[in-house]
């Protein structure tokens, strides 16, 4: 999964988020 994408749904960012503070 690429967190850097130009379009990324809030929903997408927010899992991104949750999955970096899991790491």
């Known amino acids: ?3 850097t994408q ?3 749904n ?3 960012v927010n899992q991104l ?3 970096k ?3």
Do not use: E, I
């Open 6 to 8: 130009g379009k990324a």
């Open 17 to 19: 988020l949750r999955d």
């Open 21 to 23: 503070l899991k790491g």
């Open 1 to 3: 999964m690429k967190a």
């Open 10 to 12: 809030p929903q997408q």
